[in-house]
């Protein structure tokens, strides 16, 4: 069995936190599928803000 990087899930925390204002516990205790999961979501998020700038 291999580790998750522990450089990409802080990463991942730190993307979630500096979104959504989550603790640094609350990000942790997450399953790593939920973590990328709200990382595919705060960049669909991004992508929908950045598109709407450009009008």
Same mark, same amino acid.
């Given at each position: $069995?291999? /580790?998750?990087?522990? =450089?990409?899930?802080? +990463?991942? /925390?730190?993307? !979630? /936190?500096?979104?959504?204002k989550w603790s640094h @516990?609350?990000? $942790?205790? $997450?399953?790593? &599928?939920?973590?990328?999961? &709200?990382c595919e979501e705060i960049s #669909?998020?991004?992508?929908? !803000?950045? +598109?709407? =700038? #450009? @009008?």
């Amino acid at each position: $069995m291999t /580790a998750y990087p522990l =450089q990409r899930l802080y +990463e991942e /925390a730190a993307f !979630i /936190a500096y979104h959504f204002k989550w603790s640094h @516990d609350e990000v $942790m205790n $997450m399953e790593h &599928w939920e973590r990328r999961l &709200w990382c595919e979501e705060i960049s #669909k998020i991004n992508t929908l !803000i950045n +598109e709407g =700038q #450009k @009008d």
